[in-house]
């Protein structure tokens, strides 16, 4: 079963506003990571935030992480056309058997407008 | 550089049929894993192996099995498909082997349609 959960599934805004995309999950983890894919590409790693870290900052992405709700959040700011993907959140899981294994969202699909 | 490598890029096979679906990786990474991505769903692990030598189950083996022919190299075989294997196939590499904090690198994935 898909751990993570995304919301929305579907967003679409005008390039230049800002895109914010939430993610949850169940169990507890090591980290929590962010992918992008194109259409038809495989996925690209974004950002990955430590269970003891609550904002990380990327360039134009800022991903939080409120461990005690079990939920995540990833924002691009000033979005361009280019951003236009699916992304995906990926929970690794803590446990000394996790192995780096993810259980992944099943993602939001944004599309930028120019 | 190549990152992960993945073959074929697109197949179609009939209902009983086997393939071997290919990856390899050039950065020295310890763990590989294969996903299969269906449509409006995000990924779920196949199989996975932690290091040269060992493999072990995901969430979805039934109907695979894995080979780690070596450091660089993580093969899945179906040994007679079925529809319900049509799917996306994506294989990732990370670094370590253990429970560190190591992103994943994806393949560009092989595209499987079984008729």
Same mark, same amino acid.
């Given at each position: 079963s898909q751990q993570g959960e995304e919301d929305p599934q579907a967003l679409s805004i005008q390039e230049g506003e800002n895109a914010t995309m939430n993610c949850s999950y169940k169990t507890s983890i090591n980290n929590l990571q962010w992918y992008r894919q194109n259409s038809g590409r495989g996925l690209v790693h974004l950002i990955l935030i430590r269970s003891n870290e609550r904002e990380k900052h990327s360039g134009r992405l800022r991903v939080t992480l409120d461990t005690s709700k079990k939920s995540s959040s990833l924002l691009i700011t000033a979005s361009r056309a280019a951003d236009t993907a699916s992304y995906f959140? $990926?929970?690794?899981? $803590? #446990? #000394?058997t996790s192995y780096g294994k993810l259980t992944f969202g099943q993602g939001t699909i944004l599309t930028v407008h120019p | 550089?190549? +990152?992960v490598t993945q073959?074929?890029?697109f197949q179609v096979l009939k209902t009983g049929?086997?393939?071997t679906l290919q990856c390899a990786q050039d950065m020295n990474h310890n763990s590989m894993y294969w996903y299969r991505q269906d449509p409006g769903m995000g990924l779920r692990l196949i199989y996975y192996s932690a290091s040269e030598g060992t493999t072990d189950k995901g969430e979805v083996p039934? +109907?695979?099995n894995v080979s780690r022919l070596n450091k660089r190299e993580f093969s899945?075989? *179906?040994e007679s $498909? $079925?529809?319900s294997q049509t799917s996306v196939y994506f294989c990732a590499s990370r670094e370590g082997s253990g429970a560190g904090n190591w992103p994943q690198h994806f393949g560009d994935g092989?595209? *499987?349609s079984i008729l």
């Open positions: 959140c $990926a929970a690794n899981n $803590a #446990g #000394g | 550089n190549a +990152g073959t074929p890029k049929q086997s393939m039934n +109907g695979y899945l075989r *179906l $498909a $079925a529809p092989t595209r *499987l």
